[in-house]
């Protein structure tokens, strides 16, 4: 079999000689500014960013569009070819949401073990005092790509989500825009690429907020980090116009907004996120790559520049961002809590409007991160109100999955615990929110443990925990197999109890004086026996993710059969065979009624035929 | 109805306990400035609600998974409720009554916090990477060290030379991030240390390499120390008799009326004292030579400063307490402090 017949293997190589374009080009234009032609920051930038783009031509991303702008015809039937095996499809170019979907998660999955790598080695030199065995360059280099790779994985989850569910939610038979779909997937992996290519580029250590002017005086990595997010950035761009003309524009009829799954809300909501803040990052990341390379002091208030400027620009993203990792999640968790309660959500128009609630209130909020930064200390107050509110939208959520559950009858496969999970550790996340939204105790626990303790709790619990159910739930209609119970309760009953003795100890830890991103502490403070209890449960956490991984591998080729509407849901996606049909739904299919009417005889969501009902 | 009371009772039960918990489980440093007391008041009320919340929706949670699980051999949905608007209502009004009355308190708070006192004693910081130095300007003194005394609010003066850095003791709880870009870019912090002892002052933001290393001694001692500390940073250094009168002035008791930075108290200030024209009660006035400090010694009530009471100083009989040299080099001391 040829190789270059994958479009990722061609898009590497178009990467590969496309970096050496790139940098010839800037070598020749520094040449022709009389300019010595080899410096390396300019040079390797250059090349980075030609690289970059030369991917998503090499793997044939925008070839169609080519095509068109030549003037040439494209073809809109995209059967695959059946003498190729079907996993070839993953490794190119492809305009199926579900084989979009699949590449998302797949790679979000990827990335997750590598994050998670990072963290566990540099979780090993924490667990005792004293340094171990990185040096402090290393361990700030790991430290900053575990936060930044764990972002890009949480983005790819979103996408995964977005992607393999919406079309199929609201009866579709794909996105908007399949060409754009496909671009927005692959425009992340030279993403990724550069990203990881910072290990080899001296690092950064700058943390993954790379606040300038300590990521002006960083090394050579910290541009490859700029430019990785920026690539990501801009798939989480083009994915968001593409989600929400999909939800606009694509509904079977009959499927009013307040017909909606629960999730396709959450995702409306995270795409207008994704779509009116992720530029402000790109932004704030741009500046610092001009003034690196040009000398243009943004930045530098000896020259008329403001330090604080980056971080509002920064955090105007960066805080609704974290509303994009969560919703999602969230939404998960409102959808697969009917379906095992066998109750209707509790105040469906409620749970769709905080969904649209905590993202508008998200943009009013950002300067929350800044009550230290020493910004105009008259801002502080506003924020610290406007802060608050985000826990009335929040609250309401809660409070409608506590009224969904109730009375109603429960069973509790894989899917089912870590939904539950995800509400308990996404309620002490929420739950130790507002100390650091309070501006008096904000300046005690700024920059601590305690933060770090809190995000990861709104991070597990309105991500990793949602997505996992989320895995668990769709895999058998992915896969059309069944995944082994048994393997994913021992994955969840190893992760709920580790990752809750984690970050409580190190939240703990916080309070008492711990500050983050540091790569030793003094043995007076006595944290050891805390960090020892905190790399044990990192470590079983990271175990227990490698459980589900093996249990999807195997399941994924061993597994039982999975026929038929395995959790008897009402939504239109299991209503059809698993694995899902190349194109979704045979016929249109039409809305008749309310999505969550369990325990209501007669009632029907979906009408999966709706020519022959009008036919009797 | 009895589901709800039940679990009512436990929701009240394990608020009790979770509270107490919090509370009782030392989650916090020692509470070593008056900003600290504050703020450690804020968090226990963000503890009361932590408690609180936590407990309805978990105790409802685990009530539900105990009660309302799925019985083997069971069949069928649960109850078709859609949902409750009055129940919505209520669980959106009350929360944002509860988070619109911790940020007021947040408010209060960090108005306590950032009273200003005056007679603050003025500290520059420089944050450099990866050290800290303190220049007090009062006393010419530069230290690696960060000398402050208890119960006396210091106002920090901070800015940074190159990155970013913050300034935070765990045990005064405040923090403020130190900027570099010049005089606009100064911030200042202030802070009332309320407890004698040694803490570290340890950069919180990110500053690059050797970040985690980027650390200060901070000594809090009584104003008598807070002196000799003060003098061992300067007047030792120029002469063994300034530093001789210097520890007299500890010993004899001088420095607890008449203080050596420039405040007024039981006795006028030393500082800028030797050379000055001091008014006296009756409307003259006279030039503070070595003449008038050995007559204030010998008769303390020859000559009363204006707004002081004669009579405090006399009764220690300093006259036969002290021989002629150590008079003189209390003298030396004195104008050391010009």
């Known amino acids: 079999m040829n190789l270059l017949s994958s479009g990722l293997v061609r898009g590497l190589l178009a990467q590969t000689l496309g970096t050496s374009v790139g940098m010839a080009f800037v070598m020749a234009v520094r040449v022709a500014l009389g300019l010595p032609a080899w410096n390396r920051e300019p040079v390797v930038v250059g090349g980075a960013l030609v690289g970059a783009i030369a991917f998503v031509f090499g793997v044939g991303a925008v070839s169609d569009w080519m095509k068109l702008a030549r003037g040439e015809q494209i073809s809109d039937d995209h059967t695959p070819d059946p003498d190729k095996p079907a996993w070839i499809r993953y490794f190119n170019v492809d305009y199926d949401h579900k084989v979009i979907g699949i590449q998302y998660g797949v790679t979000s999955m990827i990335l997750l073990l590598v994050a998670g790598l990072f963290a566990m080695i540099f979780r090993t030199e924490l667990a005792k005092s004293g340094m171990q065995f990185l040096p402090p360059e290393v361990y700030n280099t790991l430290m900053s790509l575990h936060g930044i790779v764990m972002i890009g994985s949480i983005l790819l989850g979103v996408g995964a989500m977005s992607n393999y569910l919406v079309p199929l939610m609201i009866g579709a038979n794909d996105m908007a825009f399949p060409r754009l779909n496909s671009l927005a997937f692959w425009v992340n992996v030279p993403g990724i690429i550069l990203l990881l290519s910072s290990l080899f580029l001296g690092g950064f250590d700058t943390g993954w907020t790379g606040y300038p002017p300590n990521s002006v005086y960083a090394a050579l990595g910290v541009q490859m980090f700029f430019l990785g997010v920026y690539f990501i950035g801009l798939s989480s761009i083009l994915g968001s116009i593409n989600l929400i003309v999909t939800i606009v524009r694509m509904r079977a009829p009959g499927m009013t907004y307040m017909r909606m799954p629960i999730f396709v809300?959450?995702?409306?909501?995270?795409?207008?996120?994704?779509?009116?803040?992720?530029?402000?990052?790109?932004?704030?990341?741009?500046?610092?790559?001009?003034?690196?390379?040009?000398?243009?002091?943004?930045?530098?208030g000896t020259d008329g520049g403001n330090p604080i400027l980056f971080q509002h620009l920064f955090w105007f993203y960066s805080h609704p961002a974290v509303y994009v990792f969560v919703l999602p999640g969230l939404g998960i968790i409102s959808e697969l809590l009917p379906v095992f309660a066998r109750k209707p959500l509790f105040g469906y128009k409620w749970v769709a409007f905080s969904s649209m609630g905590i993202a508008l209130v998200g943009f009013f909020v950002w300067a929350h991160h800044m009550f230290t930064s020493g910004m105009a200390t008259y801002l502080r107050v506003p924020f610290m109100y406007s802060t608050m509110l985000v826990a009335v939208p929040t609250g309401v959520?809660?409070?409608?999955?506590?009224?969904?559950?109730?009375?109603?009858?429960?069973?509790?496969?894989?899917?089912?615990?870590?939904?539950?999970?995800?509400?308990?550790?996404?309620?002490?996340?929420?739950?130790?929110?507002?100390?650091?939204?309070?501006?008096?105790?904000?300046?005690?626990?700024?920059?601590?443990?305690?933060?770090?303790?809190?995000?990861?709790?709104?991070?597990?619990?309105?991500?990793?925990?949602?997505?996992?159910?989320?895995?668990?739930?769709?895999?058998?209609?992915?896969?059309?197999?069944?995944?082994?119970?048994?393997?994913?309760?021992?994955?969840?009953?190893?992760?709920?109890?580790?990752?809750?003795?984690?970050?409580?100890?190190?939240?703990?830890?916080?309070?008492?004086?711990?500050?983050?991103?540091?790569?030793?502490?003094?043995?007076?403070?006595?944290?050891d026996d805390s960090h020892m209890v905190i790399t044990i449960a990192g470590f079983v956490i990271g175990v227990s993710v490698l459980i589900m991984v093996w249990n999807l591998i195997r399941s994924a080729r061993r597994g039982e059969q999975a026929t038929g509407n395995l959790w008897n849901s009402r939504s239109p996606e299991w209503q059809i065979p698993s694995p899902v049909p190349l194109h979704n739904y045979e016929q249109p299919i039409a809305v008749v009624g309310k999505p969550y009417d369990y325990g209501l005889p007669g009632s029907v969501y979906v009408d999966m035929n709706p020519s022959a009902s009008s036919d009797k | 109805?009895?589901?709800?009371?039940?679990?009512?009772?436990?929701?009240?039960?394990?608020?009790?306990?979770?509270?107490?918990?919090?509370?009782?489980?030392?989650?916090?440093?020692?509470?070593?400035?008056?900003?600290?007391?504050a703020i450690d008041e804020l968090f226990n009320v963000e503890w009361f609600f932590i408690a609180f919340f936590f407990s309805l929706i978990v105790v409802f949670l685990l009530y539900s998974i105990v009660v309302f699980r799925r019985k083997p051999g069971e069949e069928g949905d649960g109850d078709h409720i859609e949902g409750n608007t009055k129940l919505e209502i209520v669980w959106t009004v009350i929360p944002l009554g509860i988070v619109i009355y911790l940020a007021i308190l947040g408010a209060q708070t960090l108005g306590k916090i950032e009273a200003r006192d005056p007679n603050a004693l003025e500290i520059n910081v420089v944050a450099s990477r990866w050290t800290w130095s303190f220049e007090y300007p009062e006393y010419g003194v530069t230290s690696a060290e960060l000398a402050l005394p208890v119960d006396r609010q210091v106002l920090l003066r901070m800015r940074s030379t190159d990155v970013i850095h913050s300034f935070w003791v765990p045990e005064f709880r405040v923090k403020q991030d130190v900027l570099p870009g010049g005089e606009a870019f100064v911030r200042e912090l202030r802070l009332t240390p309320s407890e004698i002892g040694e803490y570290k002052l340890r950069c919180a933001e990110?500053?690059?390499?050797?970040?985690?290393?980027?650390?200060?001694?901070?000594?809090?001692?009584?104003?008598?120390?807070?002196?000799?500390?003060?003098?061992?940073?300067?007047?030792?250094?120029?002469?063994?008799?300034?530093?001789?009168?210097?520890?007299?002035?500890?010993?004899?008791?001088?420095?607890?009326?008449?203080?050596?930075?420039?405040?007024?108290?039981?006795?006028?200030?030393?500082?800028?004292?030797?050379?000055?024209?001091?008014?006296?009660?009756?409307?003259?006035?006279?030039?503070?030579?070595?003449?008038?400090?050995?007559?204030?010694?010998?008769?303390?009530?020859?000559?009363?400063?204006?707004?002081?009471?004669?009579?405090?100083?006399?009764?220690?009989?300093?006259?036969d307490r002290l021989s002629a040299e150590q008079i003189e080099e209390l003298i030396a001391f004195i104008k050391s402090l010009e």
């Open chain 1, 397 to 527: 959520k809660f409070f409608s999955w506590v009224g969904t559950i109730w009375r109603g009858k429960i069973s509790f496969p894989t899917p089912m615990l870590f939904t539950l999970g995800a509400v308990v550790v996404f309620l002490i996340g929420g739950l130790t929110g507002p100390p650091n939204g309070l501006v008096a105790t904000n300046l005690h626990l700024h920059d601590t443990y305690w933060v770090v303790g809190h995000f990861h709790n709104t991070m597990f619990g309105g991500f990793i925990f949602p997505f996992f159910a989320a895995i668990y739930f769709w895999f058998p209609k992915m896969s059309g197999r069944k995944y082994s119970e048994t393997l994913g309760k021992l994955h969840f009953w190893l992760m709920f109890p580790a990752f809750l003795i984690m970050s409580l100890v190190q939240m703990r830890v916080g309070l008492l004086g711990m500050r983050r991103r540091i790569s030793d502490y003094d043995p007076a403070l006595g944290f």
């Open chain 2, 206 to 319: 990110l500053c690059g390499l050797q970040h985690t290393g980027m650390i200060a001694n901070v000594v809090v001692t009584d104003a008598f120390g807070f002196n000799a500390w003060v003098m061992e940073q300067t007047g030792c250094e120029d002469s063994e008799e300034v530093c001789a009168g210097f520890q007299w002035a500890g010993e004899y008791g001088c420095t607890s009326c008449h203080t050596i930075d420039g405040t007024a108290s039981i006795g006028p200030t030393w500082r800028g004292l030797f050379g000055s024209n001091v008014p006296l009660e009756g409307g003259a006035s006279v030039v503070a030579d070595e003449n008038f400090i050995r007559e204030s010694i010998l008769d303390p009530d020859a000559k009363i400063h204006e707004g002081y009471l004669p009579g405090i100083m006399s009764a220690q009989n300093f006259a």
């Open chain 1, 265 to 300: 809300w959450a995702a409306l909501a995270t795409a207008l996120i994704g779509f009116t803040a992720t530029q402000l990052i790109g932004l704030s990341f741009q500046m610092v790559i001009l003034e690196r390379i040009f000398d243009m002091s943004f930045f530098d």
């Open chain 2, 1 to 37: 109805m009895v589901h709800f009371v039940i679990v009512g009772i436990l929701v009240i039960i394990s608020t009790y306990f979770v509270f107490n918990g919090l509370v009782n489980a030392d989650l916090l440093p020692e509470q070593a400035s008056l900003q600290a007391e």
